[in-house]
Each structure stands twice: as C-alpha cells, then as structure tokens.
T-cell receptor, first 117, second 115 residues
C-alpha cells in the first residue's frame, strides 16, 4: 500500500521569507500524481499545486513551487515571499493511475504552517 | 459555476442515531469520493462512487456505513447507530472522470459530532 509521510508536524516562517515543507512517499508504481492541498482554519481543502511523475520539470504556481525527486520519492513544497494568508495545514497527497486502482488520494498527516508578522 | 456542496455543515447526533451526509458534486462531475478526517489527522479515503455504482469501498468500515450516488440527486453517506468514534469531519470531492490526472475538487466538509 502507498504511504505518504510528512515528517514536520509544525513549521513557522517570517512574513516575506521562504519556507519548505517536506513530503516523502512510498510506491512501487512508476506513473502517479502528487498534490499539495492547503487547509486553512475554515477547514476547506484547497488544491495548491500538482505534479505528474512522468514530468521531470518541477511544477510552479506563482509563489508555490515543488522540488520533485523521483528516485528519492521526495516531493517538497516551497513557499516564497510568505504571506499571512498562507497560514494553514498543508497536506501532501499521492494518487495512483486510474488503470491500477481507481483514483483515491492518499494523504500525509499534514504540516501546520504558522506565518509570523 | 458552483463548487462541491455538502450539507449540513455541522451535524449533531446522539449515540445510536443515524447520520446522513449529503454531497452534490460540481456541475458536470459524475465521480464522487468521500474522505474522513479524524481530529488532528489527515484525510482518509472511504469510498469512491460513480453515478449508480460503487467503484471502490475499500476504505469504508464494513458495518454501519453505507454510501450511494443515485442517478438523480446528491451522493449520500449514511452512518447507522453512530458511536463517539464517528465524530469527525467528512469531506466529499468530485471530478468529471476517474482519470488520475484530473484533480479532485473538495467541498467544505460536514463536521459530525456525537453526543
């Protein structure tokens, strides 16, 4: 079974600084998808960024970027120029190809990010 | 374009009662997923449905829990004879197809509290 591990239960960053959240996963598949979701205090689940395993180029969405290391099974999220609104719980998630299992998401336990003014 | 709608937002039940949670997917989406989030934990997959079909229910407890997604109307997650351990946030997500390259869009969740 696939597992997703986020080894940092809590992280903090100063406003305008950069922070990196770690995520590792375990899989025997060669093709899969990785996601970062943000859950603010309102409890919504908001998609931040996604990465296809077959793409070597790291995904980027404005201030959010990933460092995808396929051989190391690592998928970290970098937030640049941190803003107060970035404070939230961040979940890393893995998804197998539809053909092998359907398309459930497997989530890590989350990293609580605090942004200090 | 309305997002995934879940209701109620909050639901309080006494032990032994039934809880019914509803999820209306985004327009044009025919695939629905239910996840449960226990306090201080990540989301755990429960069940995946397509219209009138359960595709994968491997994450759902064998007893007391059931799910449906009828041809017309919302998807329903039903918990019979609720116990304190059922207290959690239940999230529904939808996608237009089951293809893994399409992200799942989440609703705001239903927070279930058992007295």
């Amino acid at each position: 079974a696939q597992t997703v591990t986020q080894s940092q239960p809590e992280m903090s960053v100063q406003e305008a600084e950069t922070v990196t959240l770690s995520c590792t996963y375990d899989t025997s598949e060669s093709d899969y998808y990785l996601f970062w979701y943000k859950q603010p205090p309102s409890r919504q689940m908001i998609l931040v960024i996604r990465q296809e395993a077959y793409k070597q180029q790291n995904a980027t969405e404005n201030r959010f970027s990933v460092n995808f290391q396929k051989a190391a099974k690592s998928f970290s999220l970098k937030i640049s120029d941190s803003q107060l609104g970035d404070a939230a719980m961040y979940f890393c998630a893995y998804r197998r190809p539809w053909e092998t299992s359907g398309s459930r998401l497997t989530f890590g336990e989350g990293t609580q990010l605090t942004v200090n003014p | 374009n309305a997002g995934v709608m879940q209701n109620p937002r909050h639901l309080v039940r006494r032990r032994g009662q039934e809880a019914r949670l509803r999820c209306s997917p985004m327009k044009g989406h025919s695939h629905v997923y239910w996840y449960r989030q226990l306090p201080e934990e990540g989301l755990k997959f429960m069940v995946y449905l397509q219209k009138e079909n359960i595709i994968d229910e491997s994450g759902m407890p064998k007893e007391r829990f059931s799910a449906e997604f009828p041809k017309e109307g919302p998807s329903i997650l039903r918990i019979q004879q609720v116990v304190r351990g059922d207290s959690a946030a239940y999230f529904c997500a939808s996608s237009p197809t089951g293809n893994s390259n399409q992200p799942q869009h989440f609703g705001d969740g239903t927070r279930l509290s058992i007295l």
